[in-house]
């Protein structure tokens, strides 16, 4: 039981060279028309894998610019028990920021 979830630098390599040598022989095999249909199923999954990430960046930049307002606070700020969008704290009865 020795290094089983994290692979070493070299062991990552064997196995890029690996599915690159099995990527390269299956493309290999294919016919032009599917290599070509396999290049652009691996395009389209790559534009939509950056489509994502820039929703997510976009997101990350709308919250730190303060267009969308992040959720009300969680916890009491006085006595950090957690509150679920009253007015006041359940725990200690102090009045909430954020809420009404
Ligand atoms: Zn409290």
């Given at each position: 039981?020795?290094?089983?979830?994290?692979p070493s630098?070299?062991?990552?390599?064997?196995?890029?060279?690996k599915a690159q040598r099995e990527v390269q022989a299956a493309l290999e095999k294919m016919t032009p028309e599917e290599r070509a249909q396999a290049e652009l199923n691996a395009k389209k999954r790559m534009e939509e894998d950056r489509a994502s990430m820039q929703a997510l960046m976009d997101e990350a930049a709308a919250v730190a610019a303060g267009s969308i307002p992040k959720p009300a606070a969680k916890f009491c700020p006085n006595c950090g028990a957690p509150v679920s969008g009253g007015k006041f704290c359940a725990n200690c009865g102090k009045p909430l920021p954020g809420a009404g």
């Open positions: 039981m020795e290094n089983k979830t994290v630098p070299e062991e990552l390599q064997k196995l890029l060279e």
